[in-house]
């Protein structure tokens, strides 16, 4: 009997645009996963695949809309505020765009309203401001909970659902494999957080900094899960070069990350091979017991 296999997208902004190899990867093995998790990008990514797209279905619709500067424009345009009273609601903040107008322009029709109707169980992550804890999605609407869970501060507003205000799942849990360890027989991790790198930014903005410290604090609490427990693969495509937003600059970024397909692959051979010796030995075991009473 085959194994089954529940995956964790990370968060990471555009640097999350390198799961989609992996869900190439897994399609040209002809592995559906039992259990999706996922954090900010990582959340939108896992409920494509949970909504039944496939990894070329993704590639074709991000390069569609993100290759094209006039396409994006139009999209952003589409999630402007409705009304003067949207713009100053909760007062004028310039600076915070509103994540589940910008994800309504631009997620693929394919994504459901509702959990209910995923096609494969999906926990979505996110970070309970004011009630200082983690808070895991997966029921009743789904796209607030993905909105909630890409909520990055200072860039985006807070999401209010439920009663409950809502930020950026990465701040509590941004590669969540944890939560779907029990769910599946192989648990694979992709990490797209990345670090501050040197490479064109030796004097970093303020902005830069930010963002650079919200890295470096995502990677200290995977840093800590790992010491605790470790999924059966952990995928880092290497991405630490590319912003939060640079989504514009998804050809070079998949170009850069497409290695990981074959990566991905070797180990989920490792990982299956390692897993059926386990489990021949367990049924040996137990046949020896059998065969003594």
Same mark, same amino acid.
């Given at each position: 009997?085959?194994?089954?296999?529940?995956?964790?997208? #990370?968060?990471?902004?555009?640097?999350?645009?390198?799961?989609?190899?992996?869900?190439?990867?897994?399609?040209?093995?002809?592995?559906?996963?039992?259990?999706?998790?996922?954090?900010?990008?990582?959340?939108?990514?896992? *409920?494509?695949? *949970?909504?039944?797209?496939?990894?070329?279905?993704?590639?074709?619709?991000?390069?569609?809309?993100?290759?094209?500067?006039?396409?994006?424009?139009?999209?952003?345009?589409?999630?402007?505020?409705?009304?003067?009273?949207?713009?100053?609601?909760?007062?004028?903040?310039?600076?915070?765009?509103?994540?589940?107008?910008?994800?309504?322009?631009?997620?693929?029709?394919?994504?459901?309203?509702?959990?209910?109707?995923?096609?494969?169980?999906?926990?979505?992550?996110?970070?309970?401001?004011?009630?200082?804890?983690?808070? /895991?999605?997966?029921?009743?609407?789904?796209?607030?909970?993905?909105?909630?869970?890409?909520?990055?501060?200072? /860039?985006?507003?807070?999401?209010?659902?439920?009663?409950?205000?809502?930020?950026?799942? #990465?701040?509590?849990?941004?590669?969540?494999?944890?939560?779907?360890?029990?769910?599946?027989? +192989?648990? +694979?991790?992709?990490? /797209? /957080? %990345?670090?501050?790198?040197?490479?064109?930014?030796?004097?970093?903005?303020?902005?830069?900094?930010?963002? %650079?410290?919200?890295?470096?604090?995502?990677?200290?609490?995977?840093?800590?899960?790992?010491?605790?427990?470790?999924?059966?693969?952990?995928?880092?495509?290497?991405?630490?070069?590319?912003?939060?937003?640079?989504?514009?600059?998804?050809? *070079?970024?998949?170009?850069?990350?497409? *290695?990981?397909?074959?990566?991905?692959?070797?180990?989920?051979?490792?990982?299956?091979?390692?897993?059926?010796?386990?489990?021949?030995?367990?049924?040996?075991?137990?046949?020896?017991?059998?065969?003594?009473?």
């Amino acid at each position: 009997m085959s194994p089954s296999f529940g995956i964790a997208f #990370g968060g990471g902004g555009a640097r999350g645009l390198a799961h989609i190899h992996v869900i190439e990867a897994l399609d040209e093995l002809g592995i559906r996963p039992v259990a999706i998790s996922g954090s900010s990008i990582g959340a939108i990514m896992g *409920a494509c695949m *949970a909504s039944g797209m496939t990894g070329k279905d993704m590639h074709a619709y991000t390069r569609s809309i993100l290759s094209r500067r006039a396409e994006v424009a139009t999209r952003m345009w589409r999630a402007r505020p409705g009304t003067f009273a949207e713009v100053l609601q909760g007062g004028l903040r310039v600076s915070q765009f509103n994540v589940e107008r910008i994800l309504k322009a631009f997620l693929p029709d394919a994504i459901p309203e509702t959990f209910a109707e995923l096609s494969i169980p999906l926990k979505v992550t996110a970070t309970d401001f004011f009630g200082h804890k983690l808070a /895991v999605l997966n029921d009743g609407d789904l796209h607030s909970a993905l909105a909630a869970s890409a909520a990055i501060p200072a /860039v985006f507003r807070p999401v209010m659902r439920d009663g409950t205000l809502l930020i950026d799942g #990465g701040i509590y849990n941004p590669v969540p494999f944890d939560l779907i360890e029990l769910d599946a027989d +192989i648990i +694979i991790a992709v990490d /797209v /957080v %990345g670090a501050p790198t040197e490479a064109g930014r030796k004097h970093p903005t303020s902005v830069d900094l930010m963002f %650079g410290a919200t890295q470096l604090m995502m990677q200290s609490i995977i840093a800590a899960k790992l010491m605790q427990s470790r999924p059966d693969i952990l995928i880092r495509p290497a991405v630490s070069k590319y912003r939060v937003l640079d989504f514009m600059k998804i050809d *070079a970024l998949l170009a850069e990350t497409v *290695a990981i397909k074959d990566e991905l692959k070797r180990e989920i051979e490792k990982a299956v091979e390692a897993r059926t010796k386990i489990d021949t030995a367990k049924r040996t075991k137990q046949a020896g017991a059998a065969r003594k009473v």
